[in-house]
DNA sequence: GCGTTTCCCTAACGGTCGCTACAGAAAAAA
DNA sequence: TTTTTTCTGTAGCGACCGTTAGGGAAACGC
């Protein structure tokens, strides 16, 4: 009755894959939208520049309070434009979730495996931390911390939360590394030190939110950094 | 058109005030509501019990993921009670986060103002902060914040935003008042110190959230009194 | 040119949101 | 008792939520 279709999940097998493994390079064809060939007519907006769009949204507002209807304003798309290119909220979400991971949170990554040493990792993610969560021109904070934080569709704030978790537990991997090559005491409380980075990770977050300007954040980072072994 | 009364505001002129002034005690009139002596009807619902339901509706969901259905719901009241008793949800809300600074967040001014040195009063701060964001049987971390990140309500935001940013200012002063003592140096940076705490608090409130328990957040608050300046 | 395939726009769906008019019930005051 | 005042339950308001038919319009392969 409400739906005559077959189950009403979705009638358009739209392309919908996150991001098509096409070659290197920006792919062929330089039309807007330029995804290969199709047979119909082509995408008449950019699915990269929409998505980025998105990403500032949640990044800002935060799953629930970021409306469709204010998604469809800031990507410049109707609301079926959007259902079909990016399947539903939640799945347009969690693919700004990994576009923000890729293209502001690699920081992190890049911090723990390029530093020589466990303790200018850490020292190097937080003092970067500082300046990435103030950055001018951009949501302050970090999305994976403030984007879905009472949400009423728990599965996305469960996702968050392991992502946050999942990033602690790889510092305490670099932490662990560092004590595996001597750099720490071998009693070091690697567990702690790493919980210590999240927390200090998540209250700087907070802090840049609240209006806290890069200075002070660095300045917290310099602090948070006293509490290691000395070297 | 839409109303035909004179300004739509509020029609009925209920009682509305967040706790009448009443003498100590529980004051008169045992029967339920006991609000003295009224003319009509007396309230068929305990006003505290039903806003302490609303505490931990809050509590738990945020500001925005409580609907006022919810609401009802746990408060075991109709909506036109509710609204006649606590004004709209955003009154209700400002009471209820009164309410939880009095009944479970009273050991941040306790701490601050009991301790003999601001360093002891940081500490006791942040281990009690371990025990009270992790308290079985309730919700966990901190209502002031988390329950209004990520808000449609721009107002109800900036209203915890504000209180956050109070509480540090209050750390502030007692460190302030330390270095004046004599306890600490006389060059400490107060504010650095301050907002350090307040981060730790913050990030101690989500790892809770993010299902810490007890005695890894104390290894948190041991781990952050560290950066103390040495006594 | 053709037909086909896909996209975009308008409009609307059912559901929930915060909120309230209205009438009836209940208890205090007379 | 009667009157007056207030509370409570039903039922519904308009607005917005996420989501989706359905009908042109546009660009492809041929």
């Known amino acids: 009755m409400v739906n005559s279709q077959t189950a009403g999940v979705n009638s358009q097998a739209a392309d919908r894959q996150p991001v098509p493994p096409s070659g290197a390079g920006p792919g062929p064809g330089a039309g807007p939208g330029g995804r290969g060939r199709g047979r119909g007519r082509p995408r008449s907006f950019d699915r990269e520049t929409a998505l980025e769009k998105a990403v500032l949204a949640f990044w800002e507002h935060g799953y629930e309070a970021t409306s469709v209807s204010g998604l469809t304003e800031v990507m410049g798309i109707g609301a079926p434009s959007l259902y079909a290119a990016f399947g539903d909220k939640r799945s347009l979400f969690e693919e700004v979730v990994n576009a923000y991971g890729t293209r502001y949170g690699s920081f ?124």
């Open 108 to 231: 992190c990554g890049r911090a723990l495996a390029e530093e020589p040493t466990a303790r200018a990792a850490v020292e190097r993610l937080l003092r970067e931390a500082a300046a990435e969560y103030t950055e001018p021109g951009r949501p302050h904070g970090c999305l994976i911390i403030h984007a879905a934080t009472n949400c009423t569709t728990p599965e996305v704030e469960a996702s968050l939360r392991a992502r946050r978790n999942a990033d602690i537990a790889a510092v305490e991997d670099r932490i662990r590394a560092g004590v595996a090559a001597g750099e720490l005491p071998a009693d070091t409380d690697t567990a702690a030190l790493a919980r210590h980075t999240g927390a200090m990770l998540q209250g700087m977050s907070q802090q840049a939110r609240d209006g806290a300007a890069r200075q002070e954040l660095e300045a917290l980072a310099e602090l948070a950094t006293r509490i290691w072994p000395r070297p």
